[in-house]
């Protein structure tokens, strides 16, 4: 025996799923199938090395990991919950606000949003200069800035004949450091030998503060302009705007690029649309992605299983050959959601097609309760579980008699006085 491996089961018992803990009736059940199996099952002896023992454990270990997994697949409302999808999410795209079952909407939910305009932030253009000229004289020079409710004070001091283009600069460098939420640019025409300096908001929206103004407040006296009059750093070329938009024909308005719809949505808008943009709800793509990966892989941890176990026991080959036959035969609507296999019988997921058949429902279809894929792995990982010692060599003794009453030709433990008993903690 294993002597570590209920010292082990200790620490596993407590994070057992919840769908290997069976109810009473359950654990009747599975005594019953027990019963069954045994009555056809001949009488062996095996030599129980250390080696066969974990094989045998891994085998059964790796079908509760799949068994559950596919309990969680029927189960699980990830399948059922719901996500939007748009049909040009590089114009508008949408997100819940919250965790919704896609039974909360209407057959053939859609909602139809066009995007008149986005919601923009003012932009102030400044004056072109002679790039090289000195439009300053030194000295120090005040200016506010006002951004909404907000007022800045600044301090900029002029050099000696500094040009046009290095104070632009400089100030640019100095407004952008300074993070209240305006940023600055200069552009330079070397043709013409001109510069300018512009300023925008980075806030969008009307609200007021995402507008901003500027004023000097003070200046050499030898000075006739300051900074923000020389520079023509208050003279607004375009003002914030809000975003307009429709949905299903009902006019709205959001001084912001995303908006909250009916309590359900969050809309985000990235373009004009030329004609209204489609959004339904659909299986969230995300989820099933998820419980599909958790599928395969636990799918493939059982494959992993057989394939280790089969380097010394050739019994093992049936266990890899009966799962390679159950994936060929529902090979096909495997395929429907992205799943395929590999010459070593590996199971391998598609991620866009499983995005695909979240939108189209094949997820759900495959997967759901009285599926035919599941109820068919279910019954082959019932028998694993139940006789993992199926899968490993051993001597064959003698065969039951048929004649004999169910009763008294097998004992219930026939099958699991090995491997079954070594589970003492849980089934």
């Given at each position: 025996m294993l002597n570590v491996y209920n010292y082990y089961m200790q620490d596993y018992v407590s994070r057992t799923p919840h769908y290997s803990a069976h109810k009473r009736r359950e654990l009747r059940d599975i005594y019953k199938n027990i019963v069954k199996l045994s009555a056809s099952e001949p009488l062996y002896k095996i030599e129980l090395s250390e080696s066969k023992q974990a094989s045998a454990l891994s085998i059964k270990e790796s079908a509760l990991l799949l068994k559950d997994t596919a309990h969680k697949l029927q189960d699980t409302p990830l399948l059922h919950t719901a996500g939007l999808v748009s049909e040009h999410p590089e114009a508008v795209s949408a997100s819940l606000?919250?965790?919704?079952?896609?039974?909360?909407?209407?057959?053939?939910?859609?909602?139809?949003?066009?995007?008149?305009?986005?919601?923009?932030?003012?932009?102030?253009?400044?004056?072109?200069l002679p790039s090289d000229e000195a439009p300053l004289p030194e000295g120090s020079?005040?200016?506010?800035?006002?951004?909404?409710?907000d007022n800045y004070s600044?301090?900029?001091n002029v050099a000696p004949d500094s040009s046009a283009f290095d104070l632009q600069t400089k100030?640019?460098?100095?407004?952008?450091?300074?993070?209240?939420?305006?940023?600055?640019?200069?552009?330079?025409?070397?043709e013409l030998g001109i510069s300018r300096m512009d300023l925008s908001a980075k806030r969008?929206?009307?609200?007021?503060?995402?507008?901003?103004?500027?004023?000097?407040?003070?200046?050499?006296?030898?000075?006739?302009?300051?900074?923000?009059?020389?520079?023509?750093?208050?003279?607004?070329?375009?003002?914030?705007?809000?975003?307009?938009?429709?949905?299903?024909?009902?006019?709205?308005?959001?001084?912001?690029?995303?908006?909250v719809f009916s309590n359900i949505m969050r809309l985000s808008f990235h373009s004009v649309t030329k004609e209204p943009v489609t959004i339904r709800p659909v299986?969230?793509?995300?989820?099933?992605?998820?419980?599909?990966?958790?599928?395969?892989?636990?799918?493939?941890h059982l494959v992993e299983?057989?394939?280790k176990a089969v380097q010394e026991n050739k019994s093992s080959a049936l266990l890899l050959?009966?799962?390679?036959?159950?994936?060929?035969?529902?090979?096909?609507?495997?395929?429907?959601?992205?799943?395929?296999?590999?010459?070593?019988?590996?199971?391998?997921?598609?991620?866009?097609?499983?995005?695909?058949?979240?939108?189209?429902?094949?997820?759900?279809?495959?997967?759901?309760?009285?599926?035919?894929?599941?109820?068919?792995?279910?019954?082959?990982?019932?028998?694993?579980?139940?006789?993992?010692?199926?899968y490993v060599d051993k001597k064959l003794v003698v065969y039951p008699d048929p004649t004999a009453p169910i009763m008294q030709k097998t004992s219930p433990y026939t099958t699991s006085i090995y491997s079954g008993m070594l589970f003492n903690n849980y089934c």
């Open positions: 606000l919250r965790r919704m079952d896609l039974s909360e909407f209407e057959a053939d939910t859609s909602f139809e949003v066009e995007v008149s305009s986005l919601a923009t932030g003012q932009t102030n253009i400044g004056l072109c020079y005040s200016f506010t800035v006002s951004l909404g409710y600044f301090r900029f100030l640019a460098s100095f407004i952008n450091q300074t993070g209240i939420g305006i940023e600055a640019q200069v552009s330079f025409h070397r969008v929206g009307t609200f007021g503060k995402s507008s901003f103004s500027l004023e000097d407040t003070q200046m050499p006296d030898i000075a006739e302009k300051g900074l923000v009059e020389a520079f023509g750093l208050n003279q607004i070329a375009s003002p914030a705007g809000n975003a307009h938009y429709t949905v299903n024909g009902v006019s709205y308005e959001s001084p912001e690029n995303t908006a299986a969230d793509q995300s989820a099933v992605y998820e419980v599909l990966e958790e599928f395969t892989n636990s799918y493939n299983a057989g394939q050959r009966s799962l390679s036959h159950l994936i060929g035969t529902n090979y096909s609507a495997l395929t429907s959601v992205g799943i395929t296999s590999d010459e070593e019988g590996y199971l391998l997921l598609d991620s866009e097609k499983a995005a695909q058949a979240a939108r189209s429902g094949d997820a759900e279809l495959v997967f759901r309760q009285d599926a035919s894929f599941l109820k068919a792995l279910n019954s082959r990982l019932g028998t694993i579980i139940l006789n993992p010692m199926k």
